[in-house]
Antibody
Framework: QVQLQESGPGLVKPSQTLSLTCSVS??????????WSWIRQSPGKGLEWIGY???????YYNPSLKSRVIISVDTSKNQFSLQLSSVTAADTAVYYC????????????WGQGTLVTVSS | QSALTQSASVSGSPGQSITISCTGT?????????VSWYQQHPGKAPKLMIY???NRPSGVSYRFSGSKSGNTASLSISGLQAEDEADYYC??????????FGGGTKLTVL
């Protein structure tokens, strides 16, 4: 059974870069069977798709965040990562990593989520 | 890319049936049969309940069903149980290989 675990700083200063890593166990990112996504949820708000990556390195981003987002993959560590630059308080959210069955918004496995607060 | 539109809340009594709707455009829901539904309990990660409009993942109760007509998708829950009380989100594949979520619907079991 696949498990995903987010890790990274829980506090980031405004204008800095938010960096998170998702470690995957029970499945191999390099199998090519899935897409690997980042999704966030601001406190008390709905879900927002950030983007996803395929094992080959192909990426797809939310147009509203595209200028600030980089998603990368390290198949040797079975991890994928999120970098979000120039953060503001509006980027405060619980960040989830998730597995997408086929790249068509079928997120069948999720990490537990990690709260990132943007504050000085 | 705008969020899909969901009603803010819906309620029902145990044993009853309810339906949650999710409205998009021809660029997302209306253009593809890739609508998913997620259940989220407070403080927990979302759980996939329906994918590709009407398919249930293994382990999801038959009481949950999905459908689509034009630009609107629907999630129906029959035989409401207390444990169904949660937030429900729809999502859809959208043009240019992107994904859009709905704003969420809070289901209250009276």
């Amino acid at each position: 059974q696949v498990q995903l675990q987010e890790s990274g700083p829980g506090l980031v200063k405004p204008s800095q870069t938010l960096s998170l890593t998702c470690s995957v166990s029970g499945d191999s990112i390099s199998s090519g069977d899935y897409y690997w996504s980042w999704i966030r949820q601001s406190p008390g708000k709905g879900l927002e798709w950030i983007g996803y990556i395929y094992y080959s390195g192909s990426t797809y981003y939310n147009p509203s965040l595209k200028s600030r987002v980089i998603i990368s993959v390290d198949t040797s560590k079975n991890q994928f990562s999120l970098q979000l630059s120039s953060v503001t308080a509006a980027d405060t959210a619980v960040y989830y990593c998730a597995r997408d069955r086929d790249g068509y918004s079928n997120f069948d496995s999720w990490g537990q989520g990690t709260l990132v607060t943007v504050s000085s | 890319q705008s969020a899909l539109t969901q009603s803010a809340s819906v309620s029902g009594s145990p044993g009853q049936s309810i339906t949650i709707s999710c409205t998009g455009t021809k660029s997302d829901i209306g253009g593809y049969n890739y609508v998913s539904w997620y259940q989220q309990h407070p403080g927990k990660a979302p759980k996939l309940m329906i994918y590709e409009v009407s398919n249930r993942p293994s382990g999801v109760s038959y009481r949950f069903s999905g459908s689509k007509s034009g630009n609107t998708a629907s999630l129906s829950i029959s035989g409401l149980q207390a444990e169904d009380e949660a937030d429900y989100y729809c999502s859809s594949y959208s043009r240019s290989s992107t994904v859009v979520f709905g704003g969420g619907t809070k289901l209250t079991v009276l």
